[in-house]
């Protein structure tokens, strides 16, 4: 039962949450055991203490994705969360706790050799395990953080489906139960929260399916049990707690999209020069500080990205 609704000037950015309200007892244990039997399928790439499938307990860091900055303060990037699922406010971390993420079936489906529904815990081991990677993150409303996640590319995710030579596109869905999640009984939301990426940009190496932040479990706020990660792409696309990932052919439409087209796009790839209708993109603010720094284009990933969208017109509809 949910006992205190924060208003969004009540709780601080500093405010504690303390580890007991979303560390999952049975996911910490589950993560022990693999640690002491997995074999890593990764061809031995993550050293034993490293194949805590879902849990995310101390990953091999890759050292390949490097910060301009510094990381954000845990306290900071798991009290001030998007999930509007939960409500519409920054705060929503206590409601969101409401959520039962495991169990937790995840379903590949659509033009794949073979539909599948699977435990998430089990995905992640056969998926070969996690890997701890250090990514800015942008939302579209001008507030960014920089994270330890950890996770695993999605690329792996893509290749485990065996998708049809002519799918084109993932399409991924949240959960939709609005007795848990209250905000899905505001009517004029499109739900379940959809986002959709190319298979090309899932299969780039930036694209990480998320479990674990900060070396733990990926709390219930930041999406557990398991969300996407595209940091090049302003923070609305990384959906959280997904449920279904449908290969298509058709450009799916999303939940930003669906509700407000103009100011949310398919593309949503970062970019200062591209403001939205309602704000400047040109700097964002740093979360827990009022620190604003210079925004940059595909949010300083454009080294991996950029290839991506080099024979597509460079306009507005690939930065909005
Ligand atoms: N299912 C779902 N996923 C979501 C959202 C949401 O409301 N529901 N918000 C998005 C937005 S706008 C951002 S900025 C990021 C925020 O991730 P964080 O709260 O872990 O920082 O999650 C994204 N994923
Ligand atoms: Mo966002």
Redesign the pocket.
């Known amino acids: 039962m949910l006992i205190r609704t924060p208003r969004p000037w009540s709780l601080s950015e500093n405010q504690i949450t303390p580890e007991d309200v979303y560390m999952n007892r049975r996911q910490i244990l589950a993560g022990l055991g693999f640690g002491l039997t997995a074999t890593a399928i990764g061809g031995g790439l993550f050293p034993k203490g490293a194949m805590a499938a879902i849990t995310g307990l101390p990953a091999e860091r890759n050292p390949a994705f490097t910060l301009d900055r510094d990381i954000t303060d845990e306290e900071d ?1 798991t009290t001030y ?5 939960f409500g519409s406010s920054k705060n929503i971390w206590k409601s969101a706790q409401k959520l039962v993420t495991d169990p937790w079936a995840v379903t590949i489906d659509g033009m794949v050799e073979e539909d599948i529904t699977i435990e998430a815990e089990d995905l992640v081991r056969k998926l070969g395990g996690v890997e701890e990677r250090l990514y800015r ?1 942008r ?2 409303e001008a507030w960014a ?1 920089a994270v330890p996640w950890s996770g695993i590319p999605l690329a792996k995710l893509v290749e485990f489906a065996r998708p049809d030579a002519g799918a084109k596109y993932l399409r991924i869905e ?1 959960f939709h139960d609005s007795d848990v999640a209250k905000g899905q009984r505001q009517s004029w939301y499109p739900w379940p ?1 959809v986002e959709g990426i190319t298979i090309e940009e899932a299969t780039n190496e930036l694209a990480f399916l998320g479990t674990g932040l900060y070396g733990k479990p990926m709390p219930k ?3 557990a049990p398991i ?1 996407l990660v595209l940091p090049w792409k302003y ?2 696309k ?4 997904i449920k279904r990932i449908t290969f298509t052919d058709e450009r799916p439409t999303s939940f930003w999209q669906d509700l407000m087209w103009k100011e949310y796009g398919f593309w949503a790839n970062v970019n200062p020069e591209y403001n939205h209708p309602r704000w400047s993109q040109e700097t964002e603010r740093l979360l827990g500080s009022n620190e604003r720094v210079p925004t940059l284009k595909y949010n300083g990933y454009g080294e991996w990205v950029e290839p991506l969208y080099a024979a597509m017109p460079q306009t507005r509809e690939l930065f909005y």
Do not use: D, L, P
């Open positions: 990037a969360t998007n999930f509007y699922e993150h939302c579209v953080m949240t929260y706020q930041n999406g969300r923070g609305f990384s959906i959280k707690s």
